[in-house]
């Protein structure tokens, strides 16, 4: 059986920088968090992953309830915060919404801001449109009374990778996430390597 190791940075900005919040563009508006969205972060979470590296190191991301089961995860940790949880909508032509990008926030044990996913639909990339979400997270860390924030993001991913140094996230740390080509019980930490913490999804 052959195991494969994503490489990931942990990255960390500071709240305290001030920071210019990203207006998202005309016709598209913030949905805060509610109980009722929990679907429809996932379905939007699907549409953004599935077809993206995350879904391979990530599994359950390329899987509609793999997403439902990983937004309820979300929704139950302890940390779990409203405030940093959005989801991005416009109307389409028609009228009828039209779910664009999605992020949810949790403080971590350690008091830290952690995003714990950010995606936006094809369609609707290249628009400001994950800055403006990730903005509006971290806002939601800052009036919590949080001082840092962190994320995970796949090495290969260079799109988001840039996307979060341009928002002031620095690399801290270099992490490996091992997918194993079938179900393996037992995975094996190489020397000098930290192993992502299998909870970041189910
Ligand atoms: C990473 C991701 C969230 C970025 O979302 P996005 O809405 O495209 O992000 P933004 O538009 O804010 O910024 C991304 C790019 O668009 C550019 N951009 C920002 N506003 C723009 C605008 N109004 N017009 C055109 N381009 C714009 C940015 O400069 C940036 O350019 P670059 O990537 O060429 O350097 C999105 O690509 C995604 O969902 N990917 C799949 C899921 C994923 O990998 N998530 C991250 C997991 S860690």
């Not at 020397?191 to 970041?200: R, S």
Request: aromatic share 8%; net charge positive; glycine share 10%.
């Amino acid at each position: 059986m052959s195991s494969t190791y994503f490489k990931r940075f942990r990255m960390d900005a500071d709240l305290a920088a001030p920071r210019d919040r990203g207006p998202l563009p005309p016709g598209y508006r913030f949905v805060a968090w509610n109980e009722a969205l929990l679907d429809v972060h996932a379905r939007t979470k699907f549409r953004a992953f599935r077809a993206e590296i995350d879904a391979t190191v990530f599994p359950c991301l390329g899987d509609l309830e793999g997403c439902r089961r990983l937004m309820r995860e979300i929704r139950g940790k302890p940390g779990f915060l409203p405030a940093a949880t959005w989801l991005v909508v416009r109307n389409d032509a028609y009228g009828d919404l039209e779910w664009c990008g999605t992020i949810q926030g949790v403080v971590d044990r350690l008091g830290i801001g952690s995003i714990q996913n950010i995606g936006v639909v094809p369609d609707h990339r290249g628009r400001g449109l994950g800055t403006s979400l990730i903005e509006q997270a971290l806002l939601g860390f800052r009036s919590h009374g949080l001082r840092r924030a962190s994320l995970e993001v796949t090495a290969s991913n260079s799109r988001a990778v840039r996307l979060y140094h341009l928002l002031g996230f620095r690399k801290a740390k270099t992490v490996y996430k091992i997918v194993d080509a079938e179900p393996a019980p037992v995975s094996v930490e190489p020397a000098g390597m930290h192993l992502v913490a299998e909870a970041a999804c189910l």
